[in-house]
């Protein structure tokens, strides 16, 4: 049977006939949602364990909530969350300057008490139809700690750091009415096939930053010329290579095509966790390294949906079936053709998996002081893992792989790379900053190459 997806709560204007109704379909839904992971993690002497335990609620409620949605909302919600969480645990613990925030935590209060309090309340206010499973994980994560003062304390904490959240975000933009109004033409997006769905959620494209100073801040200019060379040259390499059929791929390069078909915000909060437990990161250094990676990944949305609303330039699909309209010299159409994958709906430039991911390794080498990521990443969709050394090996992976789906220009995909480098850069250099035991910021150290060889940090050789 069918179910449709559990979207999240709008704004509170629009939000009580949206609950009742979400409300009903969720006791269906949330019979077949798993467990929370790491559930047997959860010990008073791993405070960390708590922070990456909400981390999978969050992206469980998340997925559940949205389904096989080809959107960046995804990144979105696991920002707001991490960012809440992060909140709670350094306004306890110190060490890093709080996101938006000064209000400082008790000194001996549980900050494992105050990140789980800080998830469960994000998620409550945004995804009330999973009331009952949040509720059922967060009193688990509470009996696992110690009762008393300071587990009282830190409860409390994380429902005003929650709050704080909840109160930033209000008025955002989420959800707006936001049409894209180009007529089609060569070159203009126009809903594809099979499903011909219009350009979704271009709400995306207005939302307020969390950590940027509008949508625009870093956009990027537009796709080369449909009569350039360059572009004829993208087309080619997309025919040859992206097809679905008959295509120059190789088995491996097949295999990399669909590895990053799925949900790739999902593979890298999988991945990220999996780094701090192995990394035995404490709970101040796990919650500022997915705060960061989130909260860069949401920007990272926000700004390829700004372009893609911008610049509403054609998909693959559209340009290689009408390149007989395009002018150029160099291409020929062929009616016939279909991507490997199926093509999401909203346009080529910029590319949502290349800037989000540039934007997350970018946060994480940051974090990390290293471009040495040690990542393991998994696909649900092939069933397999794959382990990234480094940054660059990363973000070439995901550059090649929308080009061997088909589904994305590699111009788009490069260009998408390079400006989420640039987000991220932005934002570590403004946000989740270490702090002196006075609340001072120390002095950064200059951007040269470091002891490790890890040159300037917001430079991506690969994405140019």
């Not at 509170?12 to 559930?39: K, Q, Y």
């Not at 974090?367 to 069933?383: F, M, Q, R, Y």
Request: charged share 20%; net charge neutral; glycine share 8%.
């Amino acid at each position: 049977m069918h179910r449709e997806p559990l979207l999240p709560v709008p704004p509170r204007s629009r939000v009580r006939g949206f609950v009742c109704a979400v409300a009903a379909i969720a006791l269906v839904t949330l019979t077949a949602a798993t467990r929370p992971p790491d559930a047997d993690t959860r010990t008073a002497a791993d405070p960390a364990a708590v922070v990456r335990e909400w981390n999978a609620i969050a992206t469980d409620t998340i997925k559940t909530s949205l389904g096989p949605r080809p959107s960046g909302q995804v990144a979105i919600w696991e920002g707001f969350v991490s960012v809440a969480v992060y909140n709670a645990v350094v306004g306890i613990e110190g060490g890093y300057a709080l996101y938006k925030w000064r209000e400082r935590g008790p000194a001996k209060a549980s900050s494992a008490a105050a990140a789980a309090t800080a998830a469960h309340d994000v998620l409550l206010t945004y995804f009330p139809a999973f009331k009952e499973r949040l509720d059922t994980a967060y009193a688990d994560s509470l009996a696992a700690l110690p009762a008393g003062r300071a587990r009282d304390r830190g409860v409390d904490y994380g429902k005003r750091a929650a709050a704080r959240i909840i109160e930033l975000r209000e008025g955002d933009g989420r959800f707006a009415d936001v049409p894209f109004t180009a007529s089609p033409a060569p070159g203009v997006w126009r809903p594809t096939p099979p499903a011909f769905q219009p350009f979704i959620d271009t709400w995306l494209a207005r939302l307020r930053p969390l950590l940027l100073t509008s949508p625009q801040q870093f956009r990027p200019g537009g796709p080369p010329s449909i009569s350039s060379a360059a572009y004829a040259e993208d087309i080619q390499e997309l025919k040859v290579m992206g097809a679905k059929t008959g295509s120059g791929r190789s088995a491996q390069q097949t295999e990399t095509a669909l590895f990053f078909s799925g949900n790739l915000v999902d593979q890298v909060q999988t991945a990220l966790r999996d780094h701090a437990a192995r990394h035995g990161l404490d709970i101040a250094e796990t919650a500022r390294l997915f705060a960061a990676v989130n909260a860069s990944a949401t920007d990272a949305v926000v700004t390829a949906w700004d372009s893609k609303l911008h610049y509403g330039s054609w998909r693959p699909i559209t340009a290689i079936r009408l390149a007989d309209t395009d002018g150029n010299p160099a291409t020929t159409a062929d009616p016939a053709w279909e991507p490997l994958l199926i093509t999401p709906p909203h346009p080529d430039h910029l590319a949502g998996h290349t800037t989000v991911t540039a934007a997350v390794v970018r946060a994480l080498t940051g974090v990390l002081g290293t471009s040495h990521i040690d990542l393991h990443v998994p696909s649900e969709v092939t069933g397999t893992t794959r382990f990234y050394g480094s940054a660059d090996e990363l973000n070439r992976d995901v550059v090649d792989a929308r080009v061997w789906g088909g589904v994305h220009s590699r111009a788009a995909d490069v260009a998408g790379c390079r400006t989420g480098t640039q987000v991220a850069a932005w934002a570590l250099d403004h946000y989740f900053q270490p702090v002196a035991e006075d609340g001072t910021r120390p002095s950064p150290p200059p951007r040269t190459v470091r002891q490790d060889g890890l040159a300037d940090l917001a430079h991506s050789p690969f994405c140019d």
